[in-house]
């Protein structure tokens, strides 16, 4: 192999933060529970930083990034760097001369405050992971505030390090941006762009006197199908940015899809590198760049490793890629084909796993190796990583042949559903008239979203558990000591129908992977989902099934309690998958219709039991929507076929549920319409009930249960503020088909703003509640 052109460099666009024991988590908590300073939680992220720039430059990894650090998410932090901060944040905390304000206004933004409510928050892109939405209006005052990225450039070039800062590019953070809440119809936030792009060439300019060599400006917006108008808005925002003469090298990177129609533009800009995509969709720019002849001289970050699942690359495959891309460029470097925040920190940190699996797995840390075994063998050649190509080629075999990956028996039962097994017995109309015979609700019935607060006592319940201090039998009992005095508390609340509180469940998700076959559990796996907010996505490595009930102990325990209905709650088969780390050796359609079966198995066996009304939880319906329109039509089908599938098996008097938060609901209200739930709950308040008006608009013909609580602020809202949202939602939606619930469920939030919060929202539906 020829090995002739400019060396291959090892590189990634950035790095989870959190830290080995999630430092930066509990030092947030602790800064939010006022037991500590501004300080001593900023020394703590000096010290995170410092520990993965030695780590990243220990890994071989040549070029690092900085920036890519948050103390909660990274584009909040670009709308303060642009000064973007909504007036009543600002007058909020007026003072932001000290850290500590500086601080508090930020976490305004991000959490709310007694004072204030945080900016809405929403999925990025096709991730669990959650961004602040910036608001913007024609009279947003932009200024920059360079503090926080020269800063973090300053420190590693203190540490001897000259890295590469991450910007959110400025297509991409308009293309992200909502309307402010004052402004009214038809205002586009990227008409803005002339008004910002100034700030960015001036930020650029400061960072080369600082001595940045390169600066990265993330554009994955232009994965998504972007018109006419935002390639041309894209072309001259770059024209401008690369016409700077006190300028470092520009790397524009893209990720999580292929980039189409913007590759034109990209490839005849003067940008002096491109980042582009080849894992999964994305594989589809290498034909392109081919098509389009390559981009001459610019230099091309090529993400060959998969940022965004856990399973070890396929190096040989992945060599492939690289050497067809090597007369494409003017340099190919090496990196994950995004940001390594979507996955967990290092397989070495899970003691418990069986070596032979562990070797199936790279986290962010193994991915680092990858990488810097890619680049040696791209630019050494394929002798020179031999060993280590020969391994890996064992270890994806020892995968393909375990029997703990195929079971036939599985595969038979998902192989003979019918499309009978697709439908509920009767229509909505005729259900609904048995239903509300059987649970006898008033109008405008109010529930919760299924969790309660998960206090430290149940935590340690746990913990005791696993380490087996405490006895399965004493689990057992304060596990039903915690439901008892939950159902209590929701019977003094007037609510109409209750949930059991969900104390036994560490994650919505991984309670039920760790008792599905075919679901692998990690010990500390954490990944962020949202500032303090870490999850453990499980592994599905294997064909999956339920092998006994997971539910049903606890649901009736907690129904023999009350004589007023209580839910049964189940995570949905979509979810499963999308907030898990899916197998990749097999279409995501047949890892959800075998996760749909061994959930309908729990739904049957939830109503055999005397549950008269099930919760399927879909929050990740919407996240899970393929960034091209192209692709969207085949998975709605599959997924709404899976819910179906799980939920379809029930008799008409059982009222089915489900739940969907924080993603815009608009592209997949056709599919929530045929997913053909007897009530669909879904986030509202910090949108002002957007959606109760768009699915009106939709002709949507079932039970809506907008939620008028915030959970992810700490706020306690009035019943006057509930009142208020209830009847916006009553102007637009029929009341006799509206729902009173919170926004998701409550484990996040403490019992004093859980009671106070919950007899408001009572009292408001009350208020609001029509004469019978």
Wanted: with cysteine; proline share 7%.
């Amino acid at each position: 192999m020829s090995t002739t052109g400019p060396a291959s460099r090892a590189t990634v666009y950035g790095y989870p933060r959190q830290g080995s024991k999630r430092e930066l988590k509990k030092a947030t908590e602790a800064y939010w529970a006022g037991s500590s300073d501004a300080e001593q939680l900023l020394a703590t992220t000096r010290q995170l930083r410092r520990e993965r720039l030695q780590l990243l430059r220990d890994a071989g990894v040549e070029e690092i990034p900085s920036n890519d650090f948050s103390l909660y998410d990274h584009v909040l932090d670009t709308a303060v760097l642009l000064g973007a901060v909504p007036p009543r944040h600002r007058e909020a905390v007026p003072d932001v001369s000290t850290p500590q304000g500086r601080l508090d206004r930020y976490f305004a933004m991000a959490r709310g405050n007694d004072q204030v409510a945080p900016l809405e928050m929403t999925k990025w892109f096709d991730t669990n992971y959650h961004y602040l939405v910036p608001e913007l209006g024609p009279d947003t005052s932009f200024a920059l505030d360079p503090e926080k990225p020269l800063r973090e450039f300053t420190e590693a070039s203190n540490a001897g390090v000259i890295t590469r800062p991450v910007l959110v590019g400025p297509v991409t953070f308009l293309l992200l941006a909502k309307p402010a809440p004052e402004v009214g119809d038809g205002f586009e936030p990227l008409s803005l762009l002339d008004r910002i792009v100034p700030l960015y060439a001036d930020l650029l300019a400061r960072l080369r006197a600082a001595g940045a060599e390169w600066v990265q400006l993330d554009e994955p917006a232009l994965v998504l199908d972007q018109p006419a108008a935002v390639l041309d808005a894209l072309r001259g925002a770059y024209a401008t940015l690369t016409a700077g003469v006190d300028r470092p090298k520009l790397l524009l990177a893209t990720y999580f899809d292929r980039v189409g129609e913007a590759l034109p533009v990209l490839r005849d800009s003067d940008l002096d590198g491109i980042g582009l995509d080849f894992v999964g969709p994305a594989s589809a720019n290498l034909a392109d760049l081919t098509a389009a002849g390559g981009l001459g001289d610019k230099r091309l970050v090529a993400g060959v490793v998969n940022g965004h699942n856990i399973w070890a690359a396929d190096l040989t495959a992945a060599l492939d890629i690289l050497e067809n891309l090597r007369g494409l460029a003017g340099r190919v470097d090496v990196s994950a084909s995004c940001s390594l925040l979507h996955v967990p920190l290092d397989v070495a940190l899970e003691r418990d796993l069986d070596p032979g699996i562990a070797g199936w797995l790279a986290f962010a840390r193994q991915k680092l190796d990858e990488i810097v075994t890619l680049t040696k063998g791209l630019t050494a050649g394929r002798d020179a990583v031999s060993d280590l190509l020969r391994a890996n080629a064992e270890r994806l075999a020892s995968r393909a042949a375990s029997p703990l990956v195929r079971v036939d028996a599985v595969r038979q039962r998902a192989g003979a559903v019918a499309d009978a097994d697709l439908y509920r017995a009767s229509p909505y109309g005729k259900r609904d008239l048995v239903q509300a015979e059987r649970l006898n609700l008033p109008p405008l019935p109010t529930t919760t979203i299924g969790s309660f607060p998960q206090t430290a006592g149940l935590r340690s319940a746990r913990a005791a558990l696993r380490t087996g201090t405490m006895s399965p039998d004493s689990y057992v009992a304060a596990m039903r000591d915690e439901i008892r005095d939950v159902i209590a508390e929701q019977e003094e609340f007037g609510l109409d129908v209750l949930v059991h509180g969900e104390p036994e469940r560490n994650d919505m998700v991984q309670y039920f992977a760790e008792q599905l076959d075919g679901f692998l559990a990690t010990t500390d796996g954490w990944v962020q989902s949202y500032g303090s907010r870490y999850v453990r996505p499980p592994i599905i490595l294997g064909d999956v099934s339920r092998p006994r009930p997971m539910t049903v102990e606890w649901a009736t325990y907690a129904q023999s309690l009350t004589d007023k209905p209580v839910k049964g709650m189940l995570t949905g088969p979509v979810t499963m998958l999308a907030w898990s780390f899916v197998r990749d050796d097999q279409p995501r359609a047949d890892t959800a219709r075998q996760v749909a079966l061994a959930l309908r198995d729990e739904v049957t066996d939830l109503e055999a039991a005397g549950i008269g009304v099930i919760q399927v939880d879909e929050p990740a319906l919407r996240e899970t929507l393929p960034l091209r329109d192209g692709d969207r039509a085949a998975y709605l089908a599959w997924a709404v076929d899976a819910f179906r599938l799980t939920t379809s098996g029930v008799r008409d008097e059982t009222q089915i549920h489900t739940h969907m938060c924080y993603a815009e609901f608009g592209d997949v209200l056709q599919a929530i319409i045929d997913m053909d739930a007897d009530v669909i709950s879904l986030e509202a308040a910090r949108s002002k009930m957007a959606i109760v008006a768009d699915l009106a608009r939709a002709d949507y013909p079932n039970e809506v249960g907008p939620g008028v609580w915030d959970i992810h602020s700490p706020r306690v809202p009035s019943v006057d503020e509930i009142a208020e949202h209830l009847r916006i939602a009553t102007d637009a939606f029929p009341s006799e088909r509206l729902w009173v619930n919170p926004d998701c469920g409550l484990k996040t939030r403490g019992y004093p703003e859980v009671r106070a919060t919950l007899t408001n929202l009572v009292a408001a539906a009350r208020q609001v509640r029509p004469p019978i």
